[in-house]
T-cell receptor, first 115, second 115 residues
């Protein structure tokens, strides 16, 4: 298995531009999570999906952020418009929802820089 | 709400020595799972070790072991025979056994290994 695949690995964009981060979970995993990591706030859960349905989006910072999971093998996190304070590493992770002992498998993350 | 606390922002250990990283958590649940993740400079999140709350026996994975004290809500990580490759940020994480499927992270401990 190739693991959780995120793209792009790095993204540099100008303030005000739309940014789309992509994630392909491990085949067979039915839970998908988006996290944001910053020095100030650590690892924050933004949103998670079970069986492609958003379950908890209470961590999404504001309306500029949106996430979709159109099918079991693909998810996107979109920021529109982007701001410098959105600069962070964004992780996608997946798991078997009912197999809680196994934790999550994380992707390599996308480092977003908004200038 | 569940919380995870790592009170040691930074730790240092000599190569081949043993180091213990602390983690405490707060929960009202009786069924849950605890994890330690390692994040090296590559930023990949790597699962190091995991523990089921209903198991009294402490988990061990090669040079990594935990001291799980359920009553004290403590979950420390011991690294024996430390190696240069162990240098990384270490995160303690909690996952509930109920309807909530979220992994809640502590703020991390940055471990340096001195040659």
């Amino acid at each position: 298995d190739a693991g959780v695949i995120q793209s792009p690995r790095h993204e540099v964009t100008e303030m005000g531009q739309e940014v789309t981060l992509r994630c392909k979970p491990i085949s067979g995993h039915n839970s998908l999570f988006w996290y944001r990591q910053t020095m100030m706030r650590g690892l924050e859960l933004l949103i998670y999906f079970n069986n492609n349905v958003p379950i908890d989006d209470s961590g999404m910072p504001e309306d500029r952020f949106s996430a979709k999971m159109p099918n079991a093998s693909f998810s996107t996190l979109k920021i529109q418009p982007s701001e410098p304070r959105d600069s962070a590493v964004y992780f996608c992770a997946s798991s078997l929802g009912f197999e809680r002992f196994y934790g999550y498998t994380f992707g390599s993350g996308t480092r977003l820089t908004v200038v | 709400a569940q919380t995870v606390t790592q009170s040691q922002p930074e730790m240092s250990v000599q190569e081949a020595e043993t180091v213990t990283l602390s983690c405490t958590y707060d929960t009202s649940e009786s069924d849950y799972y605890l994890f330690w993740y390692k994040q090296p400079p590559s930023r990949q999140m790597i699962l190091v070790i995991r523990q089921e709350a209903y198991k009294q026996q402490n988990a061990t994975e090669n040079r990594f072991s935990v001291n799980f004290q359920k009553a004290a809500k403590s979950f420390s990580l011991k690294i024996s025979d430390s190696q240069l490759g162990d240098a990384a940020m270490y995160f303690c994480a909690y996952r509930g056994g109920g309807a909530t499927n979220k992994l809640i992270f502590g703020t991390g401990t940055l471990l340096a290994v001195q040659p």
